[in-house]
């Protein structure tokens, strides 16, 4: 394990000057000022940014590793994504690409409290995929999501989130949702015998999010979802170590608006403590490759100084139909999200269609 932190950019940049931008970018990065300006030995020595390697990627771009100090991160989700990134990010030529964290980072952050185990022994599976889908759209009011909250779990999905765009507006108050759907997937257990767990959506200021943890933990609520672009990544690596009892799962959102590529944020995500991150499935309304997909699945199960492996959740574009090539893809250790596709069903055939999700991963041979 290396000792400093390595990070990786993609430069656009002429060959006769692509050395000196490397050698800003790793100034810029660590010490942000002129070496002139570096009078103190030990900073010269282990704080400011050196320049491992440079390739040539073609087309005018170039890889650029640079070697950072961790001892620069402090401890801070918010700190490490600005050392990788900060001033960096404001180079329009410029791409974070990757990074890896030495053992004394990794283990400042911790990663996932539960991990991908943790949320398939809270729903009780074993041998086959985890199934998830979302309440939406978001302008229903109270009544209306925690209907379909029961018959998606009337249906025996493992899990049902909140749609990311469901907050704390005036149609559907945190509170009042988190409680009323909550009851009525309690209703559904009632009915089948098998708990599905409901995930609220996270949002607003960290007293906010506080007040609402307390609101899921009183309704018997153990799952939450965050965006950790939105709230902030220090609020999720806050929240991880203040309640290790629930799970979180990270949303992507905003996570396209910066030049990161989709695999680091599934790595830094799992570093801050998400237990599963959900990311957009090939083939969906979104673009993402099979090979960007397989990167974020080795960050977030891949070896990562021991941390618990997060789980992989494709979502976005899903249908029943793709199910078996999904599943497929992805294996036994992940959750399949379906949500327009099944909210579509036709009316009173909602259940029905959840059941059928259900069955396709239950009785599909994995490989």
């Not at 940049?13 to 570096?38: F, N």
């Not at 990757?98 to 041998?127: C, Q, T, W, Y």
């Amino acid at each position: 394990m290396t000792e400093k932190l390595q990070v990786l950019y993609k430069v656009h940049s002429d060959a006769s000057s692509i050395e000196e931008r490397a050698l800003g970018l790793a100034i810029e990065q660590s010490v942000e000022a002129p070496l002139a300006a570096v009078r103190d030995p030990c900073v010269l020595s282990s704080i400011v940014g050196r320049v491992a390697a440079i390739g040539d990627r073609g087309n005018g771009w170039f890889d650029v590793h640079i070697d950072l100090s961790s001892a620069t991160v402090g401890g801070d989700a918010g700190q490490l994504l600005n050392m990788l990134f900060g001033n960096a990010s404001l180079y329009d030529d410029v791409v974070l690409e990757d990074a890896v964290f030495p053992a004394d980072l990794i283990k400042a952050f911790s990663g996932p409290g539960h991990g991908a185990g943790g949320l398939f022994a809270r729903a009780n599976v074993e041998g086959r995929a985890l199934t998830c889908s979302a309440l939406k759209p978001q302008g229903l009011p109270v009544e209306g999501l925690a209907e379909l909250a029961f018959k998606l779990a009337l249906g025996g999905l493992d899990y049902i989130k909140d749609d990311h765009g469901l907050a704390n507006q005036l149609f559907s108050p945190f509170e009042d949702r988190v409680r009323a759907c909550a009851a009525a997937i309690r209703k559904a257990a009632a009915a089948t015998g098998r708990r599905t767990r409901y995930v609220p959506n996270l949002c607003g200021g960290f007293s906010q999010i506080e007040q609402q943890i307390a609101i899921a933990r009183s309704e018997g609520v153990d799952t939450v979802m965050i965006a950790p672009m939105i709230a902030g990544v220090p609020a999720l690596q806050a929240l991880r170590r203040a309640h290790p009892d629930f799970a979180f799962i990270a949303h992507p959102a905003m996570t396209g608006a910066a030049r990161i590529s989709p695999y680091l944020f599934a790595k830094l995500f799992r570093l801050f403590g998400a237990d599963a991150s959900i990311f957009p499935n090939p083939g969906g309304r979104f673009g993402f490759s099979e090979e960007c997909c397989g990167k974020i699945v080795e960050a977030l199960r891949g070896p990562l100084g021991g941390l618990r492996a997060s789980l992989p959740v494709p979502a976005g574009g899903m249908s029943l139909e793709r199910v078996p090539e999904v599943l497929d893809y992805y294996g036994r250790e992940a959750m399949l999200l379906i949500g327009g596709a099944l909210l579509s069903a036709p009316p009173g055939k909602l259940v029905a269609e959840t059941a059928a999700f259900v069955r396709a991963v239950a009785e599909h041979h994995y490989r």
